[in-house]
């Protein structure tokens, strides 16, 4: 598919350290071959020659077989290469590479690496990847993993691109054996009971092991914004810190990262400057988009890490794709929920609000025949969504003085998380509790909506 290249394409080229723009007869591949373009590619890029050699064209006939080997890598025998030399290689590369646009840097991805690499696409604004791998004019390979829980607006999404870019997403799926096992031993949502590193581990770590393991590089769409305090160490090329590819061992896989210096804003601006597809779950309120059960809409304002694996802590939200780019905390990043509850003021300060204490709140689970019902927040004063519902919490609370219903709040992370979780049925903040007069029992608000209105249904219903 050939783009017309306006001059708002310029956004995207001024960005090549001021090389000079030609106008070039570059090829585009598609449907099995290649096919001219007349496009406009810098001139420093030199997109020609080289390339008429290049790998086979595995967007035409995506591979069924279960990893994504490569033909190239069956028709050439691999080369001896000296490991250490790879490395220092790798890393003057990630020097030289620093200050290069995203194109420049997929451009040279896809020229060092051929078949050997490919990009992994989630299904989000990462699709820019594909955007620039498509600007370069060379082949290129894209696979996604497909975990079996994703939204269908990026299943739809997904055939979007596919039509749009005239390519086949490479997809890897989960071994059925291990997902069977997983679910029928431990349910469907097992997730929001003892975390998501279990079926993250079935659904996308191994796959995404198989994958590499027919590659060379991998292409990410990593951003150092995206998880502050975890990815704040991403740099353009690097020897993949955790996987394996073709040749097996450490240090046999090279994972490029074209847009790591580039702010989540700017990846906007380019998707809209080029008018490429993305994901209709955006226009919903969803930033960073995964699986559907572990991914919402986040608040304005709000980081897009947010929205996934919401009920956790935020240093636990790393699925193990990117691991090696994970960062130690060290004692004040903000990284970590204790060191932000430590910076950040309390919430919920209103005369007609109780502020529980650990032996008030175990004296409430006790109490059998009590004289009021209380209805309870469990709350951290650095959750978002704690902060977000504090305006219609103390207007209930106001509303509720005087009656037969009192109103307290109890702060839940850090050292109390644990007694939360286990006995006041804490999953992710807030969790709203209602005692009942006459029943030791708490009863766990099971709605999202915080408004007055439908926090007062619920109590209404139960007192
Ligand atoms: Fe499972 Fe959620 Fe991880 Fe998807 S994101 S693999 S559903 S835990």
Not at 234 to 259: I, R, T
Not at 398 to 411: E, S, Y
Request: aromatic share 8%; proline share 5%; charged share 25%.
């Amino acid at each position: 598919m050939a783009l017309a290249v306006t001059s708002s394409a310029s956004i995207v080229f001024n960005n090549i350290n001021n090389n000079n723009l030609g106008t070039e007869q570059g090829v585009l591949f598609s449907n099995g071959g290649f096919q001219p373009s007349d496009r406009v590619f810098p001139v420093g890029l030199s997109l020609t020659r080289k390339r008429s050699a290049a790998v086979t064209a595995v967007n035409a006939e995506p591979k069924r077989s279960d990893s994504i080997v490569p033909s190239a890598a069956t028709v050439f025998a691999p080369d001896v290469v000296d490991k250490t030399a790879e490395v220092e290689d790798i890393e003057k590369l990630a020097k030289d590479l620093e200050n290069a646009s995203p194109l420049e840097i997929m451009d040279k991805a896809l020229e060092k690496y051929g078949n050997d690499i490919a990009i992994a696409f989630s299904g989000a604004e990462d699709v820019a990847l594909i955007e620039y791998a498509h600007l370069t004019g060379r082949p290129f390979r894209v696979f996604s993993l497909d975990t079996g829980r994703l939204n269908p607006e990026t299943y739809k999404f997904f055939d979007q691109v596919e039509k749009h870019y005239g390519i086949r997403i490479e997809y890897m799926f989960p071994d059925a054996v291990e997902v069977q096992a997983l679910v029928r031993t431990k349910g469907l949502f097992s997730f929001y009971e003892d975390g998501h590193q279990e079926c993250c581990s079935v659904r996308k770590v191994r796959p995404l092991r198989r994958a590499l393991k027919g590659l060379r590089a991998w292409i990410t769409g990593q951003r150092k914004d995206q998880s502050p305090g975890t990815r704040s160490e991403v740099p353009v090329v690097q020897v993949d810190p955790v996987f394996e590819g073709l040749d097996g061992g450490s240090g046999s896989l090279v994972k490029w990262n074209p847009v790591a210096n580039v702010a989540g804003n700017d990846v906007w601006n380019i998707l809209r400057t080029m008018e490429v597809p993305v994901n209709s779950l955006h226009a919903q309120g969803y930033i960073s988009i995964g699986c559907e059960p572990c991914t919402r809409s986040v608040l304005p304002g709000q980081h897009e890490r947010e929205g996934r694996w919401w009920w956790e802590d935020a240093k636990a939200k790393e699925c193990g794709l990117h691991k090696g780019n994970i960062k130690e905390e060290t004692g004040n990043g903000n990284a970590s929920v204790g060191n932000e509850s430590a910076v950040v003021s309390d919430i919920f300060e209103s005369e007609n609000i109780v502020n529980l204490t650990r032996p008030g709140v175990e004296n409430l689970l006790k109490m059998e025949n009590r004289k009021d019902g209380w209805v309870v927040v469990l709350y951290a004063p650095w959750c978002p969504f704690c902060q977000a519902m504090e305006a219609s919490y103390v207007e209930l609370a106001d509303k509720l003085a005087g009656t037969d219903v009192k109103v307290g709040k109890f702060r839940a992370d850090a050292d109390q998380k644990a007694f939360a979780q286990q006995e006041l049925q804490l999953g992710s903040f807030p969790t709203i509790l209602f005692f009942p007069k006459h029943s030791s029992r708490a009863i766990k608000y099971p709605s999202e909506k915080r408004d007055v209105d439908s926090l007062m249904a619920f109590i209404n219903a139960l007192r």
